[in-house]
C-alpha cells in the first residue's frame, strides 16, 4: 500500500504571535498521553528551520523574516516534491500557515501538467500581499502566492525593492507563475478578513463556506458540492488551520476567532473530504502551546490528525485493492 510520510514543518517564521514552532512537540506529548503509536507507525522527514533568526530584527517591514521564509520554503516545497515522486502520501504538519504555499509549489512540481484544487480550512482567508498586510507577517499571505496575485488595485503599503524580490521568489517558487486560479479554491469556515481580502474574494469569486451553511448541510453533503465545484481539478490539497475551531477549543493557537467549527464537526468534515482520491496532500497548521491551558489545543488537534489519517489509510487501501 501506498505508504504515508510525515513531513514536519518547525518554522514559525510567518507568525504574528511565537511559538506555532513547537506546535509539533505539542501533538506528539498528546499522542503520547493518549497511549497511541501514531508517531511510530510513520516515516518522518524535518524540514530545516530558520527560527533562529527571530532573535534578529526583520528590515522587511511588510513580509517579516520573508527572506529566511523563502529558504525554509524551498525545503518544504522540494520535501513534498520527493515524496509524491517516491509514489507515498504527505501529510505536512507544520507551525504558521505560510508554509502552504511551498506545499502547493511542491505539488505542482511533482504534477506541472495537472490541475489543483486546494480546500481552505481556516478562520482566515490568508489572501494579503505585502502590499495590502495590516500586519505584515507572512502567514497571512501564502494563496496570494500561490495565486500569484499582488492586489494591487487596494493597495495600502508600498513594500521595499527588496521585499518585492523575496515576494517574486514566493510567487515563483519551484517553477514560474501562479500554481493556482480562484475558481479551484474553496474557503470553509473562513470568518476573519480584512476589506481588501474581501474586495479581492468577491472580485475573484471564489467559493466561500460560511459556518451556517455547514451547520445546515452537514459534512457528507458539502464534500459532495465541494467536490462537484472542484470537478476540473485533476488533483486536491487540504489545508486545515485549528483556529476553524471554535474559540472554545482553540485557545491554542495564535488567533483563535468565534463561531468555528466544533471537533465532530471537523472531524467528519476531514474524514469525509480525505476519502476522495483525488486528495494527494493534508496539511494541519498552527498549532501553538505557549498560548495554551493543558495542552488542550494539541489533543482536540491530534484526535482530528488521527481521524483524518484513518480515511488516508482506508482510501490508500482501497486504491491498492482496487490495482490486484
Not at 71 to 97: C, M, N, W, Y
Not at 258 to 285: I, P, T
Request: charged share 25%; hydrophobic share 40%.
Amino acid at each position: 500500500m501506498k505508504r504515508i510520510k510525515l513531513l514536519e514543518v518547525h518554522s514559525e517564521l510567518g507568525a504574528g504571535t511565537r511559538g506555532a514552532g513547537m506546535g509539533i512537540d505539542a501533538l506528539r506529548v498528546a499522542c503520547l498521553n493518549k497511549g497511541s503509536d501514531y508517531f511510530r507507525r510513520y516515516n518522518a522527514v524535518v524540514v530545516p528551520d530558520l527560527n533562529h533568526v527571530l532573535f534578529e530584527k526583520t528590515p522587511f517591514r511588510w513580509a517579516k523574516h520573508i527572506d529566511a521564509i523563502y529558504t525554509v520554503q524551498k525545503g518544504i516545497a522540494s520535501a513534498v516534491e520527493q515524496t509524491l515522486r517516491f509514489g507515498e502520501f504527505p501529510l505536512v504538519l507544520a507551525g504558521d500557515h505560510s508554509s502552504a504555499n511551498a506545499t502547493i509549489a511542491g505539488i505542482k512540481a511533482a504534477y506541472p501538467h495537472k490541475t489543483l484544487g486546494v480546500i481552505w480550512i481556516d478562520a482566515h482567508a490568508d489572501i494579503h500581499s505585502p502590499y495590502t498586510t495590516p500586519s505584515g507577517n507572512v502567514h497571512g499571505m501564502p494563496l496570494a502566492a500561490a495565486l500569484g496575485l499582488d492586489n494591487r488595485q487596494h493597495q495600502r503599503n508600498t513594500p521595499d525593492p527588496e521585499t518585492e524580490f523575496f515576494w517574486r521568489r514566493l510567487q515563483n517558487l519551484a517553477e514560474p507563475g501562479p500554481k493556482l486560479r480562484p475558481e479551484h479554491l474553496v474557503y470553509v469556515v473562513v470568518r476573519d478578513t480584512e476589506e481588501e481580502e474581501d474586495a479581492l474574494i468577491a472580485e475573484l469569486g471564489i467559493k466561500w463556506i460560511k459556518l451556517p451553511e455547514i451547520k445546515e448541510k452537514g459534512a457528507r453533503q458539502l464534500t459532495h458540492e465541494i467536490y462537484e465545484h472542484l470537478r476540473g481539478c485533476d488533483m486536491v490539497y487540504i489545508s486545515f488551520d485549528v483556529d476553524s475551531l471554535d474559540s472554545s477549543f482553540s485557545i491554542g493557537t495564535g488567533t483563535p476567532v468565534e463561531d468555528g467549527l466544533y471537533l465532530s464537526e471537523a472531524e467528519n468534515l476531514c474524514q469525509d473530504l480525505l476519502e476522495n482520491e483525488r486528495v494527494v496532500c493534508f496539511e494541519m497548521v498552527e498549532i501553538n502551546p505557549t498560548l495554551d491551558n493543558g495542552n488542550t489545543m494539541a489533543k482536540n488537534a491530534f484526535n482530528i490528525l488521527e481521524k483524518a489519517t484513518e480515511a488516508i489509510e482506508r482510501r490508500l487501501r482501497l486504491e491498492d485493492e482496487a490495482r490486484r
